[in-house]
């Protein structure tokens, strides 16, 4: 048997407390369903929704239609975030464009400007889409900026000595000096926009795990909310292992300098 | 150029004297005229909290081709900022620094550097640390690519030309980084205090191999330490800065380092001559 | 490792037992006469709006007196279960999930029936003229609303196949915004929004038609039953409250409307307009609902709402006669 450390037992102790007191508490403190569902009824309400679905899709599809949701806006986060806030970090110009925007909106919640979005893009995907990317663009945005300001100047100054331009200084340097916080960013751009994902299904949807959720706690029905809750958390730590992953095959001398 | 030191406190035997204006087997050649770097009434001042603070007052001296330039000073004296100023990192606040006759206005390959803590590029093997110099000047594959053989052979790294940087000792990064920077074929190597933070066997031996590679290749090296014996060492001028605001208090040639080369003279820190040397210029720096 | 798994056994252990002693001190008892009333409101237009433009809950009910506004019926079914409010105001299909999913209740009081205030609109220029075209087009209304239980027994009556139509869960708000947009042909929905889509859309049904279908839809007054049953002359104070306010929608609409729309912001012509769109009930159609009818029309909604898979199961009709009460209303009107 492998040996498992302190820390690791302590985490999976909490874990293991959480569920005993959650059974505890079901089974002998006389406490509404629907204010803690049991573990059983929780676990019957997955099997029932994994066989027949809820409301018109599979647990799969609601899922898949909320992964898709994340993925395509977290791409787009991706592709856009991360060289404008390089450069607005290289660029004290491009900073002075964007850095008001983005500290003006970052702190709003999203609810706030969701219905301005509606009202802009409509109820179907585009609007939910614009709020997740909203939602993931401002902390990758600014740690990419915070990453580039803190790249030693010796850096810099060591490729202009070498002959480096200021693209390649951008490409060769800047960039991966930076990945570090660019990763950060991506990793908290990521819990981010999942916190977003049940707002962004407020409005109009007809599947996905935020609007299953959501639709549930309308009818009261906590355990199908508790089961929802549950999945969203479970595919949270697995979509942040996935970019845990990617981070250490990339910054492969991360911690090692 | 101020004599006072040897007038005050040491009578200079003429031996030494001799040794002013001597070409070091043709690599030196201190001709008026012929200087590589002229460097003219050089001030540098930075806004400090209670106004502006000079950190170099007046720095006049020329740099000849094949000169080892050892600059000495208390820490604190601006031969850091003076080093910046010749890499065209900062821009003095009054007078000129000219190479080749052309005014230094940015930083560019032509003056090559080597930081105190080496920026080596962690995403980068050895190698292609090596190799970045002509590979952003747009050297064609091929020739770069034996270039990089050619310099990793240099510095002993050959064997080590596929770790990674992490994996490198901080000697072998100082070696990498001296590799990274001559392999451009700089006009003059600028060397930052960049064995200060070595053990002293590590230090040595990068010494012997900075002292091999500028008799070999006839470089042209500035090279900033608060070592006097690492100075004496290497140096075939060696230059003293003062204290707040940094002037040049001395400016003298020394040959141990050609006689280390030359003669095999690896005891030469134990002789009298060093010795008077040592003590001199320690006092001179001392008295700051 | 034996020691270290015996250890956090022992952790686990002691940790639940506590956890589990708390839950069991939590539930006391209340026993003790109220000195504070939490009353959750959805500023429906009936006689609380009268009771709250005439501060009648805070000086006749002889408590201290808290009104918090909700936006919904789940909010407020939600802020009852966890008890944070002691009266709560609701549409019948709110009530009916309250009492199907067993939270201790008690419905005492209907505000009014709904009639033409929810409506089904049509987008002139969608093309829609009557129930049987709307198949292949988007209709918002709020889900697990009153508005939202109409439409489905709407379409069940014309024998429209729901799944023939999108339909897309929306807050009245973001109703008009995708109404404007186009992005939706028709909504079932009620005011403000309601009367502004009627600007460019037709009335294509209500619940006012519906409701002559055997479709009753209602704003229901609720109580968390343990507060009720400490506090009887509060609840029976409540009553006579509402149905002063009552008298005064059914006999001086004039003053009604002033006062409501007072309390809402909103024209007094609009108020008017509104008032006339419920049905406000007297104290003996009062009693006669919740003695007879309500309970089976709670029972309804909540058998509608098994049919759509929202709730599990729905509990006998004793269930809900025991939860429908007339007896606050008996002691008010005597």
Not at chain 1, 83 to 111: C, D, M, Q, T, W
Not at chain 2, 60 to 85: A, Q, R, W
Not at chain 2, 165 to 177: A, D, N
Not at chain 3, 169 to 182: E, V
């Amino acid at each position: 048997m492998k040996k498992w450390s302190t820390e690791r037992i302590l985490t999976v102790g909490t874990v293991v407390v959480v569920f005993v007191v959650w059974f505890l508490v079901t089974a002998i403190g006389n406490v509404s369903e629907t204010i803690i569902p049991s573990p059983a009824s929780v676990w019957e309400s997955f099997v029932d929704v994994a066989k027949d679905g809820y409301k018109g899709h599979t647990l799969l599809q609601h899922l898949a239609t909320s992964l898709q949701r994340l993925v395509i806006a977290y791409l787009l986060v991706v592709v856009t975030a991360v060289p404008l806030g390089l450069l607005s970090g290289y660029n004290s110009k491009i900073r002075a464009i964007l850095e008001p925007i983005v500290e003006f909106y970052r702190p709003l919640p999203p609810l706030a400007y969701y219905t301005i979005l509606v009202l802009w893009m409509g109820i179907d995907e585009g609007s939910k889409l614009a709020l997740l990317y909203l939602a993931g663009f401002a902390p990758v945005y600014i740690s990419c900026v915070a990453g580039v300001i803190r790249i030693k100047e010796d850096y810099i100054n060591g490729a202009k000595t070498l002959g480096a331009n200021k693209w390649q200084i951008f490409f060769y340097v800047i960039f991966p000096a930076a990945l570090t916080d660019v990763f950060t960013g991506l990793r908290t751009a990521l819990g981010v926009e999942y916190t977003t994902l049940v707002a962004a299904e407020m409005v109009a949807a007809t599947a996905g795990m935020g609007w299953l959720v959501l639709d549930a706690s309308n009818y009261l029905r906590s355990d199908i909310v508790f089961m929802g809750v549950i999945i969203m958390g479970i595919t949270g730590i697995l979509l942040d292992r996935i970019i845990r992953f990617v981070e250490g095959k990339v910054i492969h001398w991360k911690g090692r300098s | 150029m101020s004599d006072t030191w040897k007038e005050k406190l040491y009578e200079p035997s003429d031996e030494l004297i001799s040794v002013e204006n001597v070409n070091f087997k043709g690599q030196e050649s201190r001709v008026e005229g012929e200087e590589l770097i002229s460097i003219n009434n050089v001030d540098l001042s930075y806004t400090g909290n209670t106004g502006p603070i000079k950190a170099l007052e007046n720095i006049n001296f020329n740099i000849f081709p094949g000169e080892f330039i050892c600059v000495l000073g208390p820490s604190g004296c601006g031969k850091s900022t003076l080093l910046k100023i010749l890499a065209g990192f900062i821009q003095p606040t009054a007078g000129s620094v000219k190479l080749d006759g052309e005014e230094i206005k940015g930083t560019d390959w032509h003056r090559g550097v080597v930081f105190q803590n080496p920026p080596l590029y962690e995403w980068f093997s050895v190698r292609t640390n090596v190799a970045f110099g002509p590979k952003m000047r747009g050297v064609p594959k091929e020739e770069y690519e034996k270039l990089t053989e050619e310099y990793l052979e240099k510095v002993n790294l050959s064997e080590f030309a596929d770790k990674k940087i992490y994996e490198l000792s901080g000697g072998m990064k100082q070696r990498v980084s001296i590799a990274r920077a001559l392999i451009n074929n700089p006009e003059i190597l600028l060397m930052d205090e960049p064995f200060g933070a070595l053990d002293a066997l590590t230090r040595e031996s990068v010494q012997d191999l900075t002292r091999k590679i500028w008799w070999e290749t006839g470089k042209t090296i500035f090279f900033i330490t608060h070592d006097v014996e690492e100075a004496l060492l290497l140096a075939s001028r060696v230059i003293v800065l003062s204290r707040h605001p940094g002037k040049v208090i001395e400016d003298i040639q020394v040959n141990f380092s050609r006689q280390i080369i030359e003669e095999g003279a690896t005891d030469i820190k134990f002789s009298p001559e060093f010795y008077k040397y040592r003590e001199q210029l320690l006092r001179l720096i001392n008295s700051q | 490792m034996k020691k270290k798994f015996l250890k956090l056994a022992a952790v686990v252990l002691t940790l639940s037992l506590t956890a589990s002693a708390f839950t069991g001190c939590g539930k006391k008892k209340e026993t003790g006469k109220a000195t504070k009333v939490t009353i959750g409101t959805l500023d429906l237009v009936n006689g609380d709006l009268i009771a709250q433009y005439e501060k009648w809950y805070e000086t006749e009910l002889g408590v201290e007196v808290n009104i918090i506004k909700f936006d919904s019926g789940k909010d407020i079914n939600s802020a009852i279960a966890s008890g944070s409010i002691d009266f709560g105001q609701e549409g019948t299909s709110p009530a009916a999930l309250a009492i199907a999913n067993g939270l201790d209740v008690q419905v005492f009081w209907i505000g009014d029936i709904i009639g033409e205030a929810e409506t089904l609109v049509a987008k002139n220029g969608s093309g829609i003229s009557s129930l049987k075209d709307l198949e292949g087009k988007k209709i918002g209304t709020p889900f697990a609303s009153t508005a939202h239980y109409s439409l489905l027994n709407a379409l069940k009556l014309e024998g429209i196949d729901e799944n023939s139509i999108e339909i897309l869960d929306l807050q009245p708000d973001d109703i008009y915004a995708a109404w404007q947009r186009g992005d939706i042909d028709a909504a079932y929905v009620w005011h403000p929004v309601l009367a502004k889509l009627l600007e460019d859309g037709t009335a294509i049904t209500d619940s006012a038609q519906l409701a002559q279908k055997g479709i009753v839809t209602a704003d229901t007054n609720i109580v968390r039953r343990e507060f009720a049953e400490a506090n009887p002359e509060i609840v029976t104070k409540f009553v006579e409250l509402q149905l002063k306010a009552n008298d005064v929608i059914n006999n001086d609409s004039d003053k009604a409307a002033e006062q409501i729309a007072s309390v809402l912001e909103i024209e007094k012509t609009d108020a008017a307009e509104q008032i006339t769109q419920f049905e406000y009930l007297t104290a003996e159609e009062e009693i006669d609902y919740l003695e007879n009818s309500f309970a089976e029309t709670l029972k309804n909604t909540a058998d509608f709402l098994v049919e759509q898979k929202s709730i599990k199961s729905a509990p006998d009709l004793e269930t809900f006669q025991d939860k429908v009460t007339a007896e606050y209303v008996k002691a008010a009107s005597k």
